[in-house]
C-alpha cells in the first residue's frame, strides 16, 4: 500500500487552483510510492479561502499561513503566493522541517532568492526543495530534452526564446503583479524566468554572460482595484536581452505583456550542429525537430505530436490513447507526480529544479536588469 504526504498550499488564487487541481488528480493518473492528501489550505481572505477548500477537497483552512509550520502531520508545503512572500514562508516551512514546493520566480529579489537557496542548504538532510517550473513537463519538452541528450542536436549553436502575452495593458488593473514592492519585476521575472529555465534545462550549461538589454516601462499608471484612484505601476513590460551558455552557444530572450494576439506564446528554438527543435505552448502539443543529418533532398522540419506512449514520449502512458491532447493543467499534474516520485525516493520523469536550480535561473534574470541598467555586458561570475 502507497504511502501518504499531507500536503498544505498557501495561497488559493489562479496557481493555488492549478495546484489544487494537480494534487486532487495525481494519483488517479499516476501509480505513485506516495499518495497526496490535501490537508490545509492558507490564504488572506477567510471568505473566500473557506469556499476554496470545500470546493477543491481540502480538509481544513486558515488564514494564518504560519500554524502550517506547527502542523507536524503536515509533510510537504505548497507556496503559491506573489512574489515577495514567497522567502519568509519558504525559509519558515524549511526550518519546521518541511519540505517545499515554491512556485516561480523562486523570488522577487536576487537577495531573497539567495537566502531561499542557503535555507535550503542548511535544510538539505531533512527537506526537499522544488520550484514549479511547469513548462519544462510537457511532454514536447521533455522529448527536447530527451533528443539534446541522446546528441541529436550535437553542439547547440543558436538559442532563440520570446515569451510573449497580451494582457498588459492600461486596461489591466494594479495587480500586485505590476508592483515592484510585491513582484520584484515584470515581464521579466514573470515570462523571461520561464525562458531562461527551459533555456539552461534544454542546453544543459548555465549561462555565462549577458551582452546586452532593453528594459522598458511604457505603462506607468493604473486603476487601483476596486477604486476610481489610480496608482504606480512600476515594473518593466518588455525587456529583451542577448547571452552565451558555457559551452559558447549565443541566445535571445525577450518577454512582454504588450503582445497583441500572442496569447500564451512560450516559444524556445533550438539550432544545433546535427538538428533544431522548436516549441510553442500555444501548440503545446507538438515539437518540431529538424534532423540535419538526413539527406538534403528530404531534410525539413518534422512535426512531431508528443502523445505517443508506444513512442516513448514523457508521461504519454498515464495519460489517454495516442494523439489526445494535454493541456495547461496536465504540466501541473506531471510535476505533482514527479515531486511525490522524489519524495517517495523515486526517480522523477524528467529532472526538477530546486531552489538551488531556479537560484541560477534567478542570477541570470538579475545580470541581464543589470545589462540594462548599466548598458554594460555582465558577467554572470560577477552576480552572486
Ligand atoms: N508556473 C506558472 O506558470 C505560473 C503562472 C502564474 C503565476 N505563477 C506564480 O505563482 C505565484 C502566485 O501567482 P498567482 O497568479 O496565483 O497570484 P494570485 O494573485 O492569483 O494569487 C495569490 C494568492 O496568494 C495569497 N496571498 C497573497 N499574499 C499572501 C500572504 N502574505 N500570505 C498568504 N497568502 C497570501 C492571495 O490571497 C491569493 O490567494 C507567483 O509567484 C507567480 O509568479 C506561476
Known sequence: MSRAVQVALIGQKFMGRAHSNAWSQVNHFFDLGLVAERRTVAARDAGEVAAFAAHWGWKQWTTDWHSIANDDAIGLVDIGTPNDVHAEQAIAMLEAGKHVACEKPLAGSLADARAMRDAAKKARKKSKTFVWYNYRRCPAIGLAWKLAREGRLGRVYHVRAHYLQSWGGADTPLLWRFQKKHAGTGAHGDLNAHLVDLA?????????????????????????????????????????????????????????????????????????????????????????????????????????????????????????????????????????????????????????????????????????????????AIKLSDVR
Open 200 to 376: 539552461r534545462f534544454l542546453v544543459g550549461e548555465e549561462v555565462v554572460e549577458i551582452h546586452g538589454a532593453i528594459e522598458r516601462t511604457f505603462v506607468r499608471e493604473r486603476v487601483i482595484p476596486g477604486t476610481k484612484k489610480v496608482g504606480k505601476s512600476d515594473v518593466d513590460d518588455c525587456v529583451l536581452f542577448l547571452a552565451s551558455f558555457a559551452g559558447g552557444a549565443t541566445a535571445s530572450f525577450e518577454a512582454t505583456r504588450l503582445a497583441h494576439g500572442h496569447q500564451n506564446d512560450n516559444f524556445i528554438e533550438l539550432n544545433g550542429e546535427k538538428g533544431s527543435v522548436r516549441f510553442s505552448f500555444e501548440d503545446m502539443n507538438v515539437l518540431w525537430f529538424c534532423d540535419g543529418t538526413q539527406p538534403l533532398e528530404t531534410r525539413g522540419w518534422q512535426r512531431i505530436m508528443c502523445t505517443s506512449a508506444g513512442g516513448g514520449h514523457p508521461y504519454a502512458k498515464n495519460w489517454w490513447p495516442d494523439a489526445h491532447v494535454l493541456g495547461y493543467e496536465h504540466g501541473f499534474i506531471n510535476m505533482a507526480a514527479d515531486i511525490l516520485r522524489v519524495l517517495a525516493g523515486d526517480e522523477p520523469e524528467l529532472p526538477l529544479p530546486d531552489f538551488e536550480d531556479a537560484y541560477q535561473t534567478q542570477r541570470v534574470l538579475e545580470a541581464a536588469l543589470l545589462s540594462a541598467r548599466e548598458r554594460r
